[in-house]
């Protein structure tokens, strides 16, 4: 069992994946619907802080889920797991190295994570912090202005509706349709969900330059 020098425990999903952006909906769509049915005056208790609160909450929740299955991999150690922190390289079908140690197996699961990537598109400064992918959008503590969202896939429309619903200006812009990988009328009938709570959504477009 190996887990590569950069492999921060053991799970994409624990520290940039579904598990921190559901705990950062949760309060957010909480607020949401309190507000939405009007039987009781509901609103921060801090609103400039009401972002940057749900962040730390969320990060308290992950540490805590992150230390619990860390103890869950290495109780996983005896006799028939090793479990090794360090990177390694195949020399052979049956072989990897590592350490100066070779490894024999028979069989083997590559399963790395993944790194996010940025779309090739004029103007776009690397360098600005108000460009953000879904890494960083997870540790943002302020509520822009105005949003656009390129991609709507899960996570662009998971991320448009709750910066719509934290009172951000949204549009979600796509290459195609929403959610393309499905039938079109689940897309049809988010989309038109999403325009309700106030969401700009543009289908069929290309991004040609930010300014």
Known sequence: FFM??????ASLCINAGCIPSKALFEPIDAMHHAKQHGWLNVSPKHPDEYLAEIVRWKDGEIAQFQAERE?????????SIEIVRANAHFVNQHEIVSGGKTY????????T???????????????????????????????PKSLAVIGAGA??????????????????VSHSKVLPRYPAKFGE???????????????????????
């Open 4 to 9: 590569g020098d950069n492999a921060d425990h």
């Open 71 to 79: 103890k869950e991999i290495q109780a996983l150690a005896g006799e």
């Open 104 to 111: 024999r197996f028979d069989a083997a699961i590559i399963a």
């Open 113 to 143: 994570g993944s790194v996010t990537t940025r779309p090739k598109i004029a103007n776009l400064d690397q360098t600005w912090n108000g460009i953000w992918t879904s890494d960083e959008i997870l540790h943002n503590t302020r509520i």
């Open 155 to 172: 996570v662009g429309l998971e991320f448009s509706l709750r910066y719509a619903r934290l009172g951000c200006d949204v549009t979600l």
């Open 189 to 211: 009938r988010i989309a038109s969900c999403y325009e309700r709570e106030g969401i700009r959504v543009l289908t069929d477009r290309e991004e040609t330059r930010i300014s």
